[in-house]
Nanobody, 123 residues
Framework: RVHLVESGGGSVQPGGSLRLSCSVS????????KAWFRQVPGKEREGVAV?????LTNYAHPVKGRFTISRGDNVLYLHMTSLHPGDTAMYYC???????????????????WGQGTQVTVSS
């Protein structure tokens, strides 16, 4: 089993930056694909960014060019810049051992989830 714990959320003004972290522990061999999702109350949880153990990345269109996903030793990061109110959401990290590249933003394909960290962008 993979255990994920997010941190780094908070409140920031529009145009600001924030870096989220997600510690990864347990059976990390089952976490070849690691991703960030976000969810606003009343809306579907949507994929934001994904990275593989080989370093391949993909980004959802709304965050492309503003967010960067990266990883270190048993940690996943999401560096967010040029934040705007539309980025306000609960952010979750997720992991799975395999997912088709065309489905990397399908939340049903991920086996492991963190508890989430809140990001609020407002003036």
């Amino acid at each position: 089993r993979v255990h994920l714990v997010e941190s780094g959320g908070g409140s920031v003004q529009p145009g600001g930056s924030l870096r989220l972290s997600c510690s990864v522990s347990g059976d990390t061999s089952s976490a070849y694909y690691k991703a960030w999702f976000r969810q606003v109350p009343g809306k579907e949880r949507e994929g934001v960014a994904v990275i593989t153990e080989m370093g391949l990345t993909n980004y959802a269109h709304p965050v492309k060019g503003r967010f960067t996903i990266s990883r270190g030793d048993n940690v996943l990061y999401l560096h967010m810049t040029s934040l705007h109110p539309g980025d306000t959401a609960m952010y979750y990290c997720a992991a799975t051992d395999y997912v088709e590249w065309s489905q990397v933003f399908d939340r049903s394909k991920y086996d492991y989830w963190g508890q989430g960290t809140q990001v609020t962008v407002s003036s």
